[in-house]
T-cell receptor, first 113, second 117 residues
Framework: GNSVTQMEGPVTLSEEAFLTINCTYT??????LFWYVQYPGEGLQLLLK?????DKGSNKGFEATYRKETTSFHLEKGSVQVSDSAVYFC????????????FGGGTRVLVKP | GAVVSQHPSWVICKSGTSVKIECRSL??????MFWYRQFPKQSLMLMAT?????????EQGVEKDKFLINHASLTLSTLTVTSAHPEDSSFYIC?????????????FGPGTRLTVL
């Protein structure tokens, strides 16, 4: 079946450090790929997305590139802030699944001042 | 971006009672909405797909008689947890949008935290 695998957390960083969260996906159905962020006590917010190979999604200093050859969609940010502390979810959605999103397990990120 | 609201944001109820959670798309119409459940420090589990004007489609293992879904209009879906028990305590999140295909974005509500005593 369709799946998304992302690195387990928690990831603890100092402010201004470089952040990478790895995400790989099953490639069947040419999926669209998404990163969502969940702040404490809140629902999910779309962070960025990419709908085809080599697309780069970017928002708020975060970037992720749709890599078909490695079936990856790693999330990166060059200089994190304390306010980036949250749980990050990678997700896929393919045509065969209709509108259903398949989520990875989530990665908790803690940025310390 | 589009806004999805949920009400209430949190609710505490006694075991055996029923609780209704509303999900609204505030500035767009949604023929399809989704209901998820999230346990502490875990990912989202899709419970069901809510279809406007028709029956919801439940994921395997989700009791349809326990979790009643009604999608009466293009902007409102409700999830009713019937005869709630402590094991139903969870964070319930709805989403809407994405009706134009898999590249279209789904927007999520802020979630409802249900605590059953």
């Amino acid at each position: 079946g369709n799946s998304v695998t992302q690195m387990e957390g928690p990831v603890t960083l100092s402010e201004e450090a470089f952040l990478t969260i790895n995400c790989t996906y099953t490639a069947t159905g040419y999926p669209s790929l998404f990163w969502y962020v969940q702040y404490p006590g809140e629902g999910l917010q779309l962070l960025l997305k990419a709908t085809k190979a080599d697309d780069k999604g970017s928002n708020k200093g975060f970037e992720a590139t749709y890599r078909k050859e490695t079936t990856s969609f790693h999330l990166e940010k060059g200089s994190v802030q304390v306010s980036d502390s949250a749980v990050y979810f990678c997700a896929r959605r393919g045509k065969a699944a209709g509108n259903k999103l398949t989520f990875g397990g989530g990665t908790r990120v803690l940025v310390k001042p | 971006g589009a806004v999805v609201s949920q009400h209430p944001s949190w609710v505490i109820c006694k075991s055996g009672t029923s609780v209704k959670i509303e999900c609204r798309s505030l500035d767009f119409q949604a023929t399809t909405m989704f209901w998820y459940r999230q346990f502490p420090k875990q990912s989202l589990m899709l419970m069901a797909t809510s279809n406007e004007g028709s029956k919801a489609t439940y994921e395997q293992g989700v009791e349809k008689d326990k979790f009643l879904i009604n999608h009466a209009s293009l902007t409102l879906s409700t999830l009713t947890v019937t005869s709630a028990h402590p094991e139903d305590s969870s964070f319930y999140i709805c989403s809407a949008g994405g009706n134009r295909g898999p590249t279209d974005t789904q927007y999520f509500g802020p979630g409802t935290r249900l605590t059953v005593l």
